[in-house]
């Protein structure tokens, strides 16, 4: 059964560079044939997806954030990273790693637990 | 980016009644309009995609119907523990979009 587990500091300063990792078990991620990336829940703004990528490195991006971000897999160690440049409060929110299917036409299929990130100085 | 539509965005409802919930999009999404349960603390779960498939392991009185702009979750004969907030996400064009959800509680 393919999990998803999240890791990362939960506090970060404004300015500064927000970096997750998510941790996939149950499988390789090259042997899926999935997108992987990162998906954040806040009051204001409700589920907003961030960017996802493929082992391959094809990327799918948001452009109301992608100068911001970063989505990179590792298959060595079998992780997906989010890196968010220039942090406001704005950014504070529950991430979630998640896969994301083109065959079932665009679900995001798998969810890691999520983990909650605050940016306060 | 296509802008997604929920309504109600909170409801209360008996056990056994009926519900449905209704997902507009600013343009057509032609049936790439994928439906999600969140209970609190949770991540969300995939419940129904595309329109109308459901997921496998997903009760058979949660239905989804709809093509184009307009689209319907129905839970026919609600429990206890579907008590939850519901959001429809559309996969036709990227960057792909959430509905702001409706929360169904249990009256």
């Known amino acids: 059964q393919l999990q998803l587990q999240e890791s990362g500091p939960g506090l970060v300063k404004p300015s500064e560079t927000l970096s997750l990792t998510c941790t996939v078990s149950?499988?390789?991620?090259?042997?899926?044939?999935?997108?992987w990336g990162w998906i954040r829940q806040s009051p204001g703004k409700g589920l907003e997806w961030l960017g996802s990528?493929?082992?391959?490195?094809?990327?799918y991006d948001n452009p109301s954030l992608m100068s911001r971000v970063t989505v990179s897999v590792d298959t060595s160690k079998n992780q997906i990273s989010l890196r968010l440049r220039s942090v406001t409060a704005a950014d504070t929110a529950v991430y979630y790693c998640?896969?994301?299917?083109?065959?079932?036409?665009?679900?995001?299929?798998?969810w890691g637990q999520g983990t909650r990130v605050t940016v306060s100085s | 980016d296509i802008q997604m539509t929920q309504s109600p965005s909170s409801l209360s409802a008996s056990v056994g009644d009926r519900v449905n919930i209704t997902c507009r999009t600013s343009?057509?999404?032609?049936?790439?309009l994928n439906w999600y349960q969140q209970k609190p603390g949770k991540a969300p779960k995939l419940l129904i995609f595309?329109?109308?498939t459901l997921q496998s392991g997903v009760p058979s009185r949660f239905s989804g119907s709809g093509s184009g702009t307009s689209f319907i979750l129905t839970i026919s004969g609600l429990q206890p523990e579907d008590s939850a907030t519901y959001y429809c996400?559309?996969?036709?064009?990227?960057?792909?979009?959430f509905g702001h959800g409706t929360k169904v509680e249990i009256k």
């Open positions: 990528i493929y082992h391959t490195g094809s990327t």
């Open positions: 996400q559309q996969s036709y064009s990227s960057p792909w979009t």
């Open positions: 149950g499988g390789s991620i090259s042997s899926y044939n999935y997108y």
């Open positions: 343009q057509t999404v032609t049936t790439y």
């Open positions: 998640a896969t994301f299917s083109i065959l079932s036409s665009g679900t995001f299929d798998y």
């Open positions: 595309p329109a109308s």
